[in-house]
């Protein structure tokens, strides 16, 4: 198992021999270079999305029809993507469990908003979501962008993630100390690494104030 933050909230998971890409904003990522963009899509085998914000899906359709890889994501996004940019699409919803390739992900709630630009204002994109994302002897939890929620009790409680990937730069969703006060209340993670942060100057540029939080845990 293999993960690597692209910066933001994109991610590279490597896992059952599979390549996962999630929320790849791969052009105009700040956090990103140019010249590690093909070392990042390299191998990729599906593209996950969490909900339609542009620093999350705007490079999703365009990225599945390069790699030749099939989007994966809440239905009726993957329903318009489908038909508009004519890629292969898994669209499914809260709760629902799909098999990729021997990764076992399943959408969970998040609370957020959900929308992409369009030429009369924003366009709904189906709700927004996270995944706990299964393989190799772990669950991953890709928080997706969310705050503190009461449901975090029972996704802990049923799906024992040990891998907790959570969005903490704060302003558009909850920010390190309140992820921190998330994974202690709800979950029994191993491994806490945040997301969604330094991007921008309205977001956490460190995540000191997280391993503060986190009393007892390593710092690496």
């Not at 359709?61 to 038909?83: H, N, Q, R, S």
């Not at 891998?163 to 806490?192: N, S």
Request: glycine content about 14%; hydrophobic content about 40%.
């Amino acid at each position: 198992m293999k993960i690597i933050w692209l910066g933001h909230a994109s991610l590279r998971i490597e896992l059952e021999g599979q390549v996962l890409l999630i929320d790849p904003w791969l052009d105009g990522n700040p956090m990103l270079p140019d010249d590690r963009y093909d070392e990042a899509t390299k191998g990729a085998t599906h593209v996950l999305i969490t909900h339609g914000h542009g620093d999350h899906a705007s490079s999703g359709a365009e990225l599945c029809k390069t790699l030749g890889v099939p989007a994966v994501g809440i239905f009726d996004l993957m329903g318009y993507w489908e038909e508009k940019h004519g890629i292969d699409v898994v669209g499914f919803n809260k709760g629902g469990t799909v098999d990729l390739g021997g990764v076992k992900v399943t959408m969970v709630n998040a609370t957020h908003s959900s929308s992409f630009s369009g030429e009369d204002g924003p366009v709904y994109a189906g709700h927004e979501s996270g995944y706990m994302i299964e393989g190799e002897g772990h669950v991953i939890y890709v928080s997706g962008d969310t705050d503190i929620m009461a449901d975090m009790e029972w996704m802990g409680d049923l799906h024992k993630p040990d891998i907790g990937i959570l969005c903490a730069g704060g302003h558009f969703t909850m920010d390190m100390k309140r992820a921190a006060y998330a994974a202690k209340r709800y979950f029994d993670f191993r491994t806490v690494i945040p997301y969604h942060y330094k991007t921008f100057g309205a977001l956490e540029q460190s995540a000191e104030a997280l391993a503060a939080g986190l009393p007892g845990r390593r710092n690496p």
